[in-house]
């Protein structure tokens, strides 16, 4: 949800910033901007669209600047527009600023301001908060204790309500920029004479690997080689740098056309990266370093809540499933953004779990926040190291499944479920689970790779099916069991790449409303990879073929359908029942891939969405 980066240091800004830009474009894409200050006047660049239309539009300057900051928007307050595009400026043309984030009590500032003689000329909140710092600059003596630029953020922020990641900049200040969080994520680099700001690691990741984490309520104050960090009330704060390990090359596209489409084929290794190193010596268990949470403490618990939002919110649904097999623990699934206000009576005795492939998602961080002022342990799975989730879980899972940068989730589900499936073998060997049945399911999981990876050979077959569905306007996902949360995942990749018309069901529900959908415009995809329900799902592919609608059945190996039955087949793999699902889910992100390139949509960035939502 908005990318924003600022920079000071030796090298050329405006590069460096749309460099930095162009890796944060998947937080939001409906407009991007660029301010840079140099010899006390600040150079403003903005556009409608994509950064590759900013790096166009300011290709033909020469700028010196060594100052500046830039924003990828996805638009919350007014229409998408070159005014509502940040960097927004004060109206005397002072002070320039980007954000991340929604400042709720705009409204009032606003009229205050305009008392007081502020004009403005966007429809966003944001601009109030350019005009409120130049509002305090006016007011702050020259030549105080601190700078006039950092005092005027520092009481302006005081002020607002909501959440925020910003970077500020002066036109009368060549060697500052102020950085502040609350809410939304801020991350600092510390370069070899540079710094930068970035909503997340990807923005920086080029420059530096040395970066700070800000925390809510925290203020950095840049200047040239140096900062300084301190909360909003003025306490000091010692920055502590981490050093990531990201490999920027990782975020390559190679030759893939699309990020989804690498991203899908990166899962056997995404899958092997979530194992290693996590299976007993004994080869009966799996072992998680960072739980933080003994043995014993996990045999007290008596239920598990997850939460979490998407796509992370069918991975729950999918370890509800997992877990109360093999584990026989009591599972609940909430979406994150329901939890945060419902109150929701928990025992003394749950673990509270969330899931979020960015670590970033606001509701589930609402969510975690809430379960540990409750007192609960609180755990995360999630895949961006040093995310905020990951910082503020009492402990957890990291997925390891490198960056994933299409809007569709995909490789993160995947890891997603092999890991609730490791959760669950290791819950269920402190429990009832026998030697034997452990040492087969830790043989079952190592499969995954591998058996993915003949999913993946099969992709020309899948795009056939694909083609020949693609104009269809309504597609209906039936699973039972363990396939249903892949039934609904499946729809939510078609519908959110291909703007298609999609639900997903436990199939024997078809008969109580959703039958009435199907027809022979509305293609029916039933999951058939369960012995024991075969004949049940068969009979739910019987009425849709009754009713004169088309099935798409993806089945594994072993469960056989009769002959005629299903109009295409996608055969998958049989396996150990724990990893079914993830190796179900990938037919279905091939399925929805081709169909939304057929339909000549934009896959990486599909409309009106944005990969993390940092905005409720
Ligand atoms: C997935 O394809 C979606 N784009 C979306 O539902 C996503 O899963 C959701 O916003 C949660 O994100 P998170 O895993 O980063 O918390």
Redesign the pocket.
Known sequence: MCGIVGYLGGGNATGILLEGLQRLEYRGYDSAGLATSHRGSLQVAKRVGRVKKLAGAVSGQTSRAKLGICHTRWATHGGVTEENAHPHLSCDGKIALVHNGVIENYLPIKKFLQSAGFTFSSQTDTEILSNLIAYHYRKEPEGGETSRLFESVRKSLRQVEGTYGIAVICADCPSEIIGARNGSPLILGVGRNEILLASDVAGLVSRTAKVVYLKDGEIVHVREGDFSISTLDAEAIRPVIDEVDWDVSESALGHYTHYMLKEIFDQPEALENAMRGRFARDGSTAKFGGLNVTPQELRQIDRIMFC????????CLSLEFLIEKYARIPVEVEY?SEFRYRNAPLDKNTLFM????????I??LAALRESKRKGYTSLAI???VGST?ARESDGGIYQHAGP?I?????K??TS?LLLGAMLALYLGRLRDMSFNDGVEFVEGLKTAPEKAGAILRHCNQIKDIALKYARKNDFLFLGRLSMFPIAL?GA??LK??SYIHAEGYPAAEMKHGPIALVSADCPTLCFATEKDTLSKVISNMQEVKARNGEVIAVRSDSCRLPEGLADDEIVIPDAHGAIMPLLAAIPMQLLSYYIAVERGCDVDK?RN?????TVE
């Open positions: 979490g939002c998407g796509t992370a919110w069918h991975a994150a969330v899931v979020s492939q960015s670590g970033e998602t509701d589930t999630t895949n961006v989730i994933e299409g809007v569709a989730s995909t993160a589900f997603q995942e939510l990749k959110e790449i599909p969405l944005a990969k993390s939502v």
